[in-house]
């Protein structure tokens, strides 16, 4: 006979459960089989209480079943979320269930299912050391268990171990892409990965996170909070805007709130005026927007100046603040204030890539008599950047005729060094040798030695004259053995297929410092050579981590698993880039990509589509000699 369930509920709560013995000795077999099957039902009947109490008394009197176990776990995991009890005192119940926990784990430690059970009544007492020991269990038994590496990472972050943190997320996502149980573990992942960067002001990486996370998951406020932050850090102010408004002002805090009034302001909208107004007394920038409005400007540019020595802010990573100095300045013709504005907003344009914005703020400074000197130079960079050689060579020549003598002999080498290299990418041979020999005769210490010859080899490498790189980057190489001009020599090498030199340069490169691009080439090298492709595909991976979408390194992806036999994975590579191929301009190695693909198709014996692509790679180059072979009759 089935015992009553008020029976086990007095029982325990009055005799203590850990002091009940003898019940299960007394049953048989069969009667033991009829409690728990007793227990189950309670369960499935929504009686989470009552099914608790009965499989509880069963684990401790000696019933030790790994699926009485997993039910244990999952109805206190679930009781104690829901934090609604009727039949014990809530001490009670959280003794009872750390102690069946703790039964569980002792019994079934190996047992991935328990585990996770332990982890979750840990995780919701609040037990953090026994929850750390779950988890390194769980990771002992299966190292690369997404939702171990999660909780592992999760944890760490909490404690601001950042940089551990790190390594257990990214494992998350590597393991977790194409599971639809662990989309959860991977969006978390993404999203605390998102916040690390913005921590770390890596704004442009922390919005590349972020934005994997929204991809996953389209609902969640808080992250739209995080990638509006981002994208006003990196002057993507129309997203900035349209991303906080797209969050309801009921959950609006004075952060968010002051992401949409500077966004707003800057974007010349009506609505900062009603927010800088509500937000006031939360947000002493707000304050100051509002004192904008009152058109009292000389009490914006106090207010503002005094909060950067009260909060020691750095004023060259204050951008919206600097703006509305400017704005009030201008207001009242504060021609001081609004000159080192226009420097500190440049500046901070140029910081986060926006250069055509940076050139915007500087150009003005050009007419300061006292600055234009600097503003020549950095006007000449900016412009150099954004490829407007004939605006750069104008500018370094006119700092070269009005500079003083002494500025001159300071920055004369760096000056014609850059002249060089323009007018050759202007295909001004003549003016190019004049200030490429100029160069030479002012290089005097290591460093403007190292810079001659690397310069001069990247110079040799634009014309395709691969020897006299290489000899050039040897020269460098003599003063400073960096991994740029390690790369720079590998990639010449590799050019001219000397495949091994070329391997030494650049394993070289990433031994001194890693970089996707030399993490690519290397991995391309490795299969073109059919060797360490296991390799070869550690480092690609490596280099898309960087740059997922790199079509370059996609196609390395793509030939190393051709390399490795594996056609079916390589053909999926090469889709996605035949996707991404349509409807852009034509760049250099294209050729090269249709031939891999028309390699696969043909391994796979799909020789009308291998011939489809190898004719529109000839189509490209029609001196690829690889494709001419594949279409010659045999």
């Known amino acids: 006979m089935i015992k009553k369930i008020w029976l086990w509920v007095f029982f325990l709560a009055n005799v203590g459960y850990s002091q009940a013995t003898g019940i299960v000795q007394n049953l048989l077999s069969s009667q033991i089989e009829a409690q728990y099957a007793y227990g189950v039902s309670l369960a499935y009947e929504g009686k989470r209480e009552e099914a608790l109490l009965v499989l509880g008394q069963l684990a401790e009197n000696g019933y030790h079943n790994p699926y009485s176990f997993q039910m244990i776990l999952s109805i206190s995991a679930s009781l104690l979320q829901q934090k609604q009890y009727t039949l014990m005192p809530a001490e009670k119940l959280y003794s009872l269930v750390d102690y069946l926990a703790d039964l569980a784990y002792t019994n079934y430690a190996t047992n991935r299912e328990v585990l996770y059970g332990y982890l979750d009544v840990k995780k919701a007492l609040g037990q953090w050391a026994d929850f750390e020991r779950g988890l390194s269990q769980l990771l002992v038994i299966d190292p690369e268990n997404v939702l171990g590496n999660f909780y592992r990472g999760f944890l760490l972050y909490n404690q601001q171990r950042f940089e551990q943190a790190k390594g257990f997320f990214w494992r998350v996502i590597t393991n977790g892409q194409d599971e639809e149980s662990s989309r959860q573990p991977v969006y978390q992942s993404y999203f605390l990965l998102g916040l690390i960067e913005l921590r770390k002001e890596n704004y442009r990486e922390g919005v590349t996170l972020l934005e994997k996370a929204k991809n996953l998951f389209d609902q969640d406020y808080n992250l739209d909070r995080y990638l509006a932050f981002g994208y006003q850090q990196l002057l993507e102010v129309q997203k900035a805007y349209d991303m906080v408004k797209n969050i309801p002002e009921l959950f609006y805090s004075a952060d968010v709130a002051l992401i949409r009034i500077q966004t707003s302001f800057f974007l010349g909208l009506k609505d900062w005026e009603r927010l800088a107004t509500a937000y006031e007394k939360d947000s002493p920038l707000a304050k100051a927007y509002r004192l904008y409005g009152q058109k009292k400007y000389r009490e914006v540019i106090t207010l503002i100046n005094d909060l950067i020595k009260e909060y020691e802010a750095n004023p060259t990573r204050i951008f919206y603040a600097n703006y509305l100095k400017l704005k009030a300045a201008e207001a009242i013709g504060d021609t001081k204030t609004k000159r080192e504005m226009l420097f500190l907003l440049g500046y901070y344009a140029y910081q986060v890539g926006k250069t055509?914005?940076?050139?915007?703020?500087?150009?003005?400074?050009?007419?300061?008599?006292?600055?234009?000197?600097?503003?020549?130079?950095?006007?000449?960079?900016?412009?150099?950047?954004?490829?407007?050689?004939?605006?750069?060579?104008?500018?370094?020549?006119?700092?070269?005729?009005?500079?003083?003598?002494?500025?001159?002999?300071?920055k004369g080498f760096d000056l014609h060094l850059a002249l060089a290299f323009l007018y050759t990418k202007n295909t001004n041979t003549y003016r190019a040798q004049l200030s490429y020999a100029q160069a030479e005769k002012l290089a005097k210490t290591p460093?403007?030695?190292?810079?001659?010859?690397?310069?001069?080899?990247?110079?040799?490498?634009?014309?395709?004259?691969h020897l006299q790189a290489i000899e050039a980057f040897q020269k460098a190489k003599q003063y400073s053995n960096t991994a740029s001009v390690n790369y720079s020599l590998g990639n010449s090498l590799f050019l001219l297929q000397r495949l091994d030199e070329a391997s030494k340069a650049l394993e070289t490169s990433l031994a001194i410092e890693p970089s996707a691009s030399s993490y690519n080439l290397l991995a391309y090298i490795y299969a073109l050579k059919k060797v360490s492709l296991d390799r070869a595909l550690l480092y690609v991976q490596k280099a898309l981590e960087e740059e997922p979408e790199n079509i370059a390194y996609k196609d390395t992806l793509g030939w190393i698993y051709y390399q490795k036999g594996e056609y079916e994975k390589a053909l999926e590579v090469f889709a996605w880039i035949l996707?991404?191929?349509?409807?852009?301009?034509?760049?250099?190695?294209?050729?090269?990509?249709?031939?891999?693909?028309?390699?696969?198709?043909?391994?796979?014996?799909?020789?009308?589509?291998?011939?489809?692509?190898?004719?529109?790679?000839?189509?490209?180059?029609?001196?690829?000699?690889?494709?001419?072979?594949?279409?010659?009759?045999?």
């Open 356 to 410: 055509d914005l940076a050139i915007q703020y500087i150009t003005p400074l050009e007419k300061e008599k006292d600055l234009r000197l600097e503003a020549l130079l950095t006007l000449a960079s900016l412009y150099e950047e954004t490829e407007s050689y004939g605006e750069a060579i104008k500018r370094y020549e006119q700092y070269l005729r009005e500079a003083p003598e002494d500025k001159i002999k300071e």
């Open 447 to 465: 460093e403007q030695n190292y810079r001659f010859w690397y310069y001069s080899g990247l110079i040799a490498q634009q014309k395709n004259l």
């Open 579 to 634: 996707l991404k191929l349509d409807g852009i301009e034509t760049f250099e190695g294209l050729d090269e990509v249709y031939y891999h693909i028309g390699m696969v198709y043909e391994a796979l014996k799909r020789p009308a589509d291998a011939r489809l692509m190898w004719e529109k790679g000839l189509s490209i180059n029609p001196n690829n000699g690889y494709i001419r072979e594949r279409l010659t009759p045999r």
